[in-house]
């Protein structure tokens, strides 16, 4: 079975502070890991992606995350926040087989401080 | 391209009722499936499906029930609406390739 574990349910920054949500997966074969971001009312939009190529993965509006199995992590990064990246944000991981269908994180908010 | 589209956006159901929520996409993707959010437990798959005509239990089925008559449209049922089901409900579909889901705006829904 795949879990995921989203450390901090909640996490603020300042703008143009370095953002980092922490992900850390479980998966019994090799995983595909994504991120998802929801806006307020919204659906979730596609982040990026780790599906067994690059292990540095660069995203929309300058997110990238790093796949590292050795610590069985996945953890999205932007250098510097703004304003309009306060949302929520899921990592979800998929086997890669059949349906492919995703386990999700509980998510973690984010807060932007002007 | 409309996307992933769901209707109602919203809904307020007594306990009982049943209801239907419709999901279409315009993609022709093959895999569909319905999630619900709730706070502080991301999402949880309810149902999903791998072509017209199938459908599958995921990891939250008990009380809803599902089909998928055509391939851009995949229905999720509620035949008697628990306060328990209060809930936002998304769906999504997805293309062989690549991998991800593209997901609707959701339908939040209310049992009284």
């Known amino acids: 079975a795949q879990s995921v574990t989203q450390l901090g349910s909640h996490v603020s920054v300042s703008e143009g502070a370095l953002v980092l949500l922490r992900c850390n997966y479980s998966s019994s074969v090799p995983p595909y890991l994504f991120w998802y971001v929801q806006y307020p009312n919204q659906g979730l939009q596609l982040l990026l992606k780790y599906t067994s190529a690059a292990t540095l993965v660069k995203g929309i509006n300058g997110f990238e995350a790093e796949f590292k199995k050795s610590e069985t992590s996945f953890h999205l990064t932007k250098p510097s926040a703004h304003m309009s990246d306060a949302a929520e944000y899921f990592c979800a991981v998929s086997d890669g087989r059949g349906a492919q269908k995703l386990v999700f994180g509980q998510g973690t908010r984010l807060t932007i401080n002007p | 391209n409309a996307g992933v589209t769901q209707t109602p956006k919203f809904r307020v159901l007594k306990t009982g009722q049943s209801m239907t929520l419709l999901c279409a996409q315009d993609m022709n993707h093959e895999y569909m499936y319905w999630y619900r959010q709730d706070p502080g437990m991301g999402l949880r798959l309810i149902h999903y499906s791998v072509g017209e005509g199938t459908t599958a239990k995921g990891e939250v089925p008990d009380g809803y029930n599902v089909s998928r008559l055509k391939k851009q449209n995949f229905l999720l049922g509620l035949e008697s609406a628990a306060p328990s089901q209060t809930s936002v409900y998304f769906c999504?579909?997805?293309?062989?390739?690549?991998?991800?889901?593209?997901f609707g705006p959701g339908t939040r829904l209310t049992v009284l």
């Open positions: 999504a579909s997805r293309a062989g390739v690549p991998r991800e889901q593209f």
